[in-house]
């Protein structure tokens, strides 16, 4: 059927399907709660009613959002053969994929501004981080990832696509569907690749400024207690950073050739699957506020289901 691609996904590891589908679903299963307790521990504890809470809120949103936009999809395809995603699906799959990347560089930019101020002018956080200036910045976070998405997905599926539909991949990403595309497309991979670098260097950019004056600020401290702590409150979203662009910016950024297509889609899983799971670990890990906020979360659940049992 013209309408229609084939995921190829993991096809290729006959044997492992079994396996992965139960590792992933796992995965799945942790990335949903991990996140959505975050988001329920940021709501209800008045002492996580901070911008860095605030933010860390809407991380933890965007990973649900982009989980669920590939995941699902991944875990049915694990199990059945037919692996058909209707032209119109892998198009607003694809949107959505570059939307939520888009609207998580920005949103880690604006997190690592949240920590300058905090450690570098904590006299007028208060100020500075209110909570108007808190929304317009989450706002402008969500509405970057919407223009460039719109306008890369409506050109690249304005193409006429040619021969076999398979696409060497379990989602729809920019680089396996250009793949079948049967015209010429330098334009678009210029301004693709533009795009990609204004998308991930300009927070990376803000990112590294704000931790050059954190260091600074933090190696002048007096006291090694108050430089402790003001680095272990850096430290969870520094990972997050790390993993992020070790996954995320290498895969975008790394020209075509440069990656074989099963070397690839192992990628792609670290950033789709296993990152998502690991942020809510990684800033519950050393959090005391949010370890004392979940434990009263899970306190409330442990209650309500002893209350629904008597």
Not at 80 to 90: T, V
Not at 224 to 236: H, P, S
Not at 253 to 275: D, F, W
Request: proline share 5%; with cysteine.
């Amino acid at each position: 059927n013209q309408t229609y691609f084939n995921l190829q996904g993991f096809s290729y590891l006959t044997t492992l399907q079994d396996f992965l589908f139960g590792v992933i679903l796992l995965m799945f299963l942790i990335t949903m709660a991990g996140n959505l307790l975050i988001i329920i521990a940021a709501t209800t504890d008045p002492a996580l009613h901070t911008p860095m809470y605030y933010f860390l809120q809407n991380l933890a949103f965007i990973e649900i959002c982009f989980t669920l936009n590939i995941v699902p999809r991944m875990l049915v395809d694990l199990l059945w053969e037919r692996k058909a995603i209707s032209f119109f699906a892998c198009a607003l799959q694809l949107y959505f994929v570059l939307s939520f990347i888009t609207s998580e560089c920005f949103l880690l930019g604006a997190m690592a501004y949240d920590r300058y101020v905090a450690i570098c002018h904590p006299l007028r956080y208060a100020i500075r981080m209110n909570s108007r200036v808190c929304l317009h910045m989450v706002v402008a976070c969500w509405m970057a990832g919407i223009p460039p998405s719109l306008g890369l997905t409506a050109w690249l599926f304005s193409y006429p696509f040619c021969g076999p539909r398979d696409i060497e991949h379990f989602f729809c990403d920019v680089t396996p569907v250009l793949a079948l595309v049967c015209s010429d497309t330098h334009l678009f991979k210029y301004l693709l690749f533009i795009a990609t670098v204004v998308i991930i260097l300009i927070p990376f950019i803000l990112i590294v400024a704000s931790y050059i004056q954190i260091i600074h600020t933090i190696v002048q401290m007096p006291s090694a207690e108050r430089r402790l702590k003001a680095f272990l409150t850096c430290l969870a979203h520094l990972v997050v950073v790390t993993l992020f662009y070790c996954t995320t910016g290498l895969i975008h950024l790394k020209p075509k050739s440069g990656l074989l297509v099963h070397n690839r889609k192992l990628m792609a899983l670290s950033y789709t699957v296993v990152t998502p799971m690991l942020n809510p670990i990684i800033y519950s890990l050393r959090n005391e506020e949010m370890k004392r906020a979940l434990r009263k979360v899970l306190g409330r659940g442990q209650l309500f289901s002893k209350v629904s049992l008597s």
